[in-house]
């Protein structure tokens, strides 16, 4: 079992910037893949960024490409997620999550989830 827990989010100005913390209890994250997903009101989850575990190659989506930063480190079992250049479509909810092999851009692939951090950008 592994157990996240996400910090780091709040208001911020857009074009500000923010970093997300998820850290890890129960296993370390050395042997998963962990992504960052969020989700807008009315909207679905969405995948953001994920690393792998095998080649510690991030794969970002299109929106976030060039603006967020994800990293790890094992020996914390912590990842970050560092976020410039904010922009108000980047308002939702963040959730850290792992699952075991290799990345995947389905949050259904992911067998572990934190409770989320409120992320807010005002224009």
């Known amino acids: 079992q592994v157990q996240l827990v996400e910090s780091g989010g709040g208001l911020v100005q857009a074009g500000g910037s923010l970093r997300l913390s998820c850290a890890a209890s129960?296993?370390?994250?050395?042997?998963?893949?962990m992504g960052w997903f969020r989700q807008a009101p009315g909207k679905e989850r969405e995948f953001v960024v994920a690393i792998s575990w095998l080649t510690s190659t991030p794969y970002y989506a299109d929106s976030v490409k060039g603006r967020f930063t994800i990293s790890r480190d094992n020996a914390k079992s912590t990842g970050y997620l560092q976020m410039n250049s904010l922009k108000p479509e980047d308002t939702a909810v963040y959730y850290c999550?792992?699952?075991?092999?290799?990345?995947?851009?389905?949050?259904?692939?992911?067998?572990?989830w934190g409770q989320g951090t409120q992320v807010t950008v005002s224009s």
């Open positions: 129960g296993r370390t994250l050395s042997t998963y893949t």
């Open positions: 999550a792992a699952k075991s092999g290799y990345m995947g851009y389905d949050p259904a692939q992911y067998n572990y």
